[in-house]
């Protein structure tokens, strides 16, 4: 039984290029979250999906930053015009569906390390 | 005011003893609480979650939760160098307790030999 598989591990980009961030969730999961830790940081919510919707981006940066989790596929963080600030580990979590028996526990993806040159 | 806040640290315990770490959070609709472990350069790995007042046990793990007080606790018993890590307190502030998680900074333990 798999867990959330996110790739890729490592990622580095030059200024000004795009970065693809890609997460399976846990089999049975419908609910994909990402989040974001900086350098010596604690972990910050960025967006909550299910499949085609976004249900909570309240955490997304105005520009440059956009998610997806289409019907069939991983979901997809993109980050456009990579700045050096974006420099962090993006970690991806994913979770039964609301209603379910399980509790809403998270479970997280290895995360993918974005270097920007 | 942040709204989990954790003792950042280092907590330095000897191997063997009790480690204590605390949380406090900010929005008193909270009601799902968790404990993730974090060591250096990996991905948190959830440890306990707790849902009700009181104490909730796992092996070595004991979790205390005081929705009164808002805060939680997280007791780690017969420490072993292995728990050395940084332990981050989330919490779902949501009343139907789905959604994204806020997550304090996190405590920084350190177990010697």
């Known amino acids: 039984n798999a867990g959330v598989m996110q790739n890729p591990r490592h990622l580095v980009r030059r200024r000004g290029q795009e970065a693809r961030l890609r997460c399976s969730p846990m089999?049975?999961?419908?609910?994909v979250y990402w989040y974001r830790q900086l350098p010596e940081e604690g972990l910050k919510f960025m967006v909550y999906l299910q499949k085609e919707n976004i249900i909570d981006e309240s955490g997304m940066p105005k520009e440059r930053f956009s998610a997806e989790f289409p019907k069939e596929g991983p979901s997809i963080l993109r980050i456009q015009q990579v700045v050096r600030g974006d420099s962090a580990a993006y970690f991806c979590?994913?979770?039964?569906?609301?209603?379910?028996?399980?509790?809403?526990?998270?479970?997280f993806g290895a995360g993918t390390r974005l270097s920007v040159l | 005011q942040k709204e989990v806040e954790q003792n950042s640290g280092p907590l330095s315990v000897p191997e063997g003893a009790i480690a204590s770490l605390n949380c406090t959070y900010s929005?008193?609709?909270?009601?799902?609480f968790f404990w993730y472990r974090q060591y250096s350069g990996k991905s948190p790995e959830l440890i306990m979650s707790i849902y009700s007042n009181g104490d909730k046990e796992d092996g070595r793990f004991t979790a205390q939760l005081n929705k009164a007080s808002q805060y939680v606790s997280l007791l780690i018993r017969d420490s072993q160098p292995s728990d050395s890590a940084t332990y981050l307190c989330a919490v779902n502030v949501r009343a139907d307790s789905w959604g994204k998680l806020q997550f304090g900074a996190g405590t920084q333990v350190v177990v010697t030999p």
């Open positions: 979590a994913s979770s039964p569906p609301p209603g379910s028996l399980a509790k809403n526990i998270q479970y």
């Open positions: 929005d008193r609709v909270s009601q799902s």
């Open positions: 089999k049975g999961h419908s609910h």
